[in-house]
């Protein structure tokens, strides 16, 4: 009778603790993609709505802030992203140290339970939005300020992060847009040393380096990017988004038949960039693009946390199993152990209304007004429109998402 | 025995008492005045103690400073703001705003308000439209032209640990703030200064 209630009480404990994990793993997940449904349903306005924080536990506010601000980015309301990603990293830099308390809930329950900090790769684009928000807007210098945000992130994670051609060159415009020459010169010449035959880095590297008296340099790059443009001409500078970023995906692995690891991982994508043409003043002009596959990166990201993920996954197995040896009784004990192989859930949380792809299109256009006139090719051919007013010396900026 | 488990029950709950005690007195919101004259650091990066400390010093080098000629009369200044070269967002209007305070309070320099041109423009116009007392019409082409340019560069260079077992992360700031004084007439630099801040900060790797 005695064991009978035992285990019963034992049976009670862990019923109390599904219910607990499950109420505070899944409820964030659901008012998230609540938010990404009516996004991708058109609905902006309600998603920004359904991701105020004070409807989402704390571990999930840096999720919340990065889909909002995108959205936010989306809709063209750029300081209200910029404030929202700001805010994403006011928490990333707070949160950055080991939580034991957080730690002890992901060896029992899993990884969900803890605070989401991002991928590396994640990391470094709420960078690269507010770069984009402030050049959008011509706040030159706060464009800088994040260009040296985003360079203390490449080199903490150089080896992945050194892929993302689109952000170097974006930190790169960002220093000289707001003066700053001779942090534009050597973000230029890192980038040239990565993509050295890209025109879209050669020829604005081969001007800074006139401006700065390199000329032997300036021709070097000259020969790569081809004619100099006149002196007087300005720059068209399109930020444009396609299709949507990969999702992670549930992995498990059965060490025993009654327990498993669960993982998170990238399925391989496969997808064509889209090509952009440029109309204006009723001619089509040169271009030179710099795109970044954020499908591959993200999956980079992910695989660097590879080892240090395996470690922690081993940890809670271990640990798991403890816990369910540790009951009083073999049936509390068969209880316990089923009930912690259902709580075993890979943490597949992630930024999603991010592009698949960013492609960075520079076009150098005579000052004055144009209207101008983007063709992507790219699942069918589709067009934007837009005037846009072109200063001597100087970039304006545009931005673009095509779906699909 | 009885009597020996009653004690053990009775020191437990003043435990748990006093433990609760001492975390909802933690938790308890709090507010207090600071003196802007004491120097409080939170972390390593740019607070109001270091903009006062940056005010300070160059206001005083520029007050004591015998390389700006004054044979004319009183210079008259222009702002032209600081630019802002560090990994933060600073506003460095708040900066220049309390050093052109401290200039004209002293009575050594007259200040031409760049922010207000647009709004000065549009009170004359407005004037000139007929609303106005052609008594009362302000005259135009009489506005003071400057002498001089104040302007400047806030910069940084940050450093952190580098990866390695350790139970603290840290972190080292050091800002200098250049500020210049160009004259309009020769394009010359008549007074130039800066004030270096090097900082160390520390934080837990592991919390709670």
């Known amino acids: ?404 | 025995m009885k009597m020996h488990t009653i004690s053990v029950k009775s020191a437990s709950i003043a435990l748990v008492v006093a433990l609760g005690a001492v975390v909802l007195s933690g938790c308890a919101a709090t507010t207090r005045d600071l003196n802007p004259d004491d120097p409080i650091h939170y972390d390593a990066s740019y607070d109001f103690s270091d903009k006062k400390r940056i005010v300070d010093d160059l206001t005083v080098s520029l007050l004591n400073s015998p390389t700006v000629p004054v044979a004319s009369g009183v210079p008259l200044l222009i702002v032209y703001g600081v630019a802002n070269q560090t990994s933060e967002h600073i506003n460095t209007g708040g900066i220049t705003d309390d050093i052109r305070l401290a200039l004209l309070q002293s009575g050594r320099y007259r200040f031409l308000s760049e922010a207000q041109r647009d709004n000065i423009t549009k009170e004359v116009s407005y004037q000139q439209g007929g609303a106005v007392d052609p008594q009362q019409l302000i005259t135009t082409g009489k506005q003071s032209g400057a002498d001089y340019i104040l302007g400047g560069t806030l910069r940084s260079i940050e450093k952190t640990q580098p990866r390695q077992w350790r139970l603290n992360k840290r972190e080292i700031i050091y800002y200098s703030l250049n500020l210049e004084l160009t004259s309009l007439t020769t394009g010359e630099i008549a007074w130039a200064d800066k004030v270096e801040i090097a900082r160390e900060a520390s934080r837990p790797i592991i919390g709670w």
């Open chain 1, 1 to 404: 009778m005695g064991l009978h209630r035992q285990t019963l009480r034992s049976a009670f404990l862990a019923l109390s603790v599904v219910i607990t994990s499950a109420l505070l793993v899944g409820c964030a997940s659901v008012q998230i993609d609540t938010a990404r449904a009516e996004w991708q349903a058109g609905n902006s306005q309600q998603a920004i709505a359904s991701l105020s924080t004070d409807k989402i536990p704390v571990r999930d506010h840096l999720l919340a802030h990065m889909e909002k601000g995108l959205i936010q980015h989306e809709t063209g309301d750029y300081n209200g992203s910029i404030n929202t990603l700001l805010k994403a990293v006011k928490l990333l830099n707070s949160r950055d140290f080991l939580s034991v308390s957080e730690l002890g809930g992901s060896l029992v329950i899993s990884e969900r339970a803890t605070t989401y900090k991002g991928e590396y790769a994640e990391q470094l684009w709420l960078h690269t939005y507010l770069m984009m928000n402030f050049l959008l807007t011509e706040q030159y210098e706060s464009a800088a300020v994040e260009a040296r945000r985003a360079l203390k992130v490449f080199d903490n994670h150089s080896d992945i992060l050194q892929h993302d051609h689109f952000s170097q060159l974006l930190t790169a415009i960002a220093f000289n847009s707001a003066g700053q020459t001779n942090d534009a010169y050597v973000t230029y010449r890192n980038l040239a040393a990565l993509v050295p035959e890209s025109s879209a880095v050669a020829g604005a590297l081969s001007n800074i380096a006139a401006s700065l008296g390199q000329f032997s340099e300036a021709e070097k790059y000259r020969k790569i990017s081809g004619p100099s443009s006149r002196n007087d001409s300005g720059e068209l500078v399109v930020f444009v988004a396609s299709g949507t970023i990969a999702q992670k995906r549930p992995g498990d692995l059965f060490v025993f038949p009654d327990a498993r690891i669960s993982f998170p991982f990238y399925p391989p994508t496969f997808r064509t960039v889209p090509t952009i043409a440029v109309e204006a003043g009723g001619a089509t002009r040169d271009t030179s693009t710099l795109s970044t596959s954020l499908n591959a990166l993200v999956a980079e990201s992910l695989a660097a946390r590879g080892n240090k993920l395996a470690a922690k996954q081993v940890a809670r197995l271990a640990a798991k199993n403890a816990l369910a040896e540790s009951a009083s009784s073999d049936t509390a004990t068969e209880i316990l152990k089923a009930v912690l192989f259902v709580l075993e859930e890979a943490d597949t949380r992630s930024w999603q209304t991010l592009p698949a792809d960013l492609t960075m299109v520079r076009v150098p256009l005579p000052p004055g007004s144009h209207n101008v006139i983007l063709r992507a090719t790219h699942l069918g051919e589709r067009d934007i429109t837009f005037s846009v007013d072109i200063q001597p010396g100087k970039s304006t900026f545009r931005r673009w998402r095509l779906s699909g």
